[in-house]
């Protein structure tokens, strides 16, 4: 089975006991539970149901594992002849989830 849901303005293909990587979500602590209430569609091998937007009663439970940073992200401008660099870095902070069930 798996569900397709919507959380802050990004859409995620789910199913039971995979891990996702979502935003950071603030105020979360581990297995904390977490509940995803806008689910697009929802299906399996035989059948699918799509939302009109959203699928009436349809919610993905998850637990939230660890907070944590991604991969560096190297930002590097350079001019030639002008004596200009410049050399940023960034690393986007996630929250790993683990889903836990699919609720139709």
């Not at 697009?40 to 059948?47: L, P, Q, R």
């Amino acid at each position: 089975m798996y569900a397709i849901i919507k959380d802050r303005g990004k859409q995620y293909k789910v199913s039971p006991g995979e891990c996702l990587l979502i935003d950071l979500v603030e105020g979360l602590k581990e297995k904390d539970p977490i509940e995803f209430s806008e689910v697009i569609a929802v299906g399996d091998e035989s059948n699918t149901r799509i939302g009109n937007p959203l699928v009436a009663g349809a919610k993905v439970l998850a637990e939230v594992e660890c907070q944590t940073l991604g991969e560096k992200v190297r930002i590097i401008k350079f001019r030639r002849r002008e004596n200009y660099r410049r050399k940023r870095g960034h690393r986007q902070a996630f929250t790993q989830v683990k889903i836990k069930e699919i609720c139709v």
